[in-house]
């Protein structure tokens, strides 16, 4: 069945013939991308991948944009740290210059470790304090939620291990499998597979609650109260957009996570009650100040 445009009841005549364009920071065909065509589909919208930059160039090509819901952002925790690790660079402000329209839902991390690595998580915490400093464990890139995770558990469990960055999670997963370094904490989008497979072993996920993806997981919070640390998808328009269009996107979304609510769950995105836009600038809002913080006490710099 043919979509029918979001904008068909929305927008101007004009507006309503042409599909809106979900601005993606990332390349085709991560979890993220996976998850944005299917809500593309959905909304019957086209995605626009502007990889690269450390998402600044597609988030500034955003809030640059027409406030007429033509042009949407599609992102990711990143948002929450841009000002963090890029203040001096940008040119956009990354709470003011956006409308926040819906958290399509928060994603879990999980600590990987290989199959021979410890047996779970107090045993990992027991080894690094027993070993400050002489393991280390890889990620996506600085700033990316793979480091920021296990930087937050680092400063909540009191344990010292060093930091390994990659190009990407690929690289660092190859390197777990190898040995050169003692962890990964990746997506449960990405590193359940590797579970499911047997090359690796899953100690805790990241979330609240457990995750579809990895139900036998347990949480890091069991171990370390209060710890949660996730990467997520939210919508957001360009600041001074209409509301009604606003509202408008935050009801296709949530039309769109209930219908695909099953296959969001497979793909690790735990979709939250409240989806409007309210709640969705009040969450923004609070990661940024989490984000922000630990970036400050940590002396994290960007690459």
């Not at 009841?9 to 507006?15: C, E, H, S």
């Not at 027409?66 to 203040?87: C, W």
């Not at 999980?110 to 080894?127: K, S, T």
């Amino acid at each position: 069945m043919r979509r029918r445009s979001l904008f068909a009841t929305l927008a101007t005549p004009a507006l309503a013939q042409t599909p809106p364009r979900l601005v993606v920071p990332f390349a085709a065909g991560g979890p993220t991308d996976v998850v944005a065509r299917m809500l593309a589909q959905s909304m019957g919208a086209v995605v626009d991948n502007r990889a690269g930059g450390a998402g600044l160039p597609a988030t500034e090509h955003v809030a640059r944009a027409a406030k007429d819901g033509s042009v949407l952002l599609f992102t990711t925790v990143i948002h929450a740290v841009h000002r963090a690790l890029h203040g001096a660079r940008l040119t956009f402000d990354p709470i003011a210059d956006f409308a926040p329209a819906a958290l399509i839902g928060v994603v879990p991390m999980v600590i990987l470790v290989r199959p021979d690595g410890p047996a779970d998580l107090p045993a990992l915490l027991a080894m690094l304090r027993a070993q400050p400093g002489q393991h280390s464990y890889g990620s996506s890139g600085v700033g990316g939620s793979s480091h920021l995770g296990v930087e937050l558990l680092k400063a909540m469990a009191g344990v010292d291990i060093a930091h390994v960055p990659y190009r990407g999670t690929a690289p660092a997963l190859q390197d777990l499998l190898a040995g050169r370094v003692l962890l990964v904490m990746d997506s449960v989008a990405t590193g359940a597979p590797q579970v499911r497979q047997g090359a690796l072993r899953a100690l805790a996920t990241t979330a609240e609650r457990r995750s579809a993806a990895l139900p036998d997981a347990p949480l890091v919070a069991d171990t370390v109260p209060g710890f949660a640390a996730t990467t997520w998808n939210a919508v957001l328009a360009p600041a001074g957009t209409a509301p009604a269009v606003v509202e408008g996107v935050s009801a296709a979304c949530a039309r769109f996570a209930r219908a695909e609510a099953g296959r969001l769950a497979e793909l690790g995105v735990q979709v939250p009650e409240d989806m409007s836009p309210g709640a969705t600038a009040r969450f923004v809002a609070e990661e940024t100040r989490k984000w922000e913080g630990l970036i400050a006490r940590a002396g994290i710099r960007a690459e």
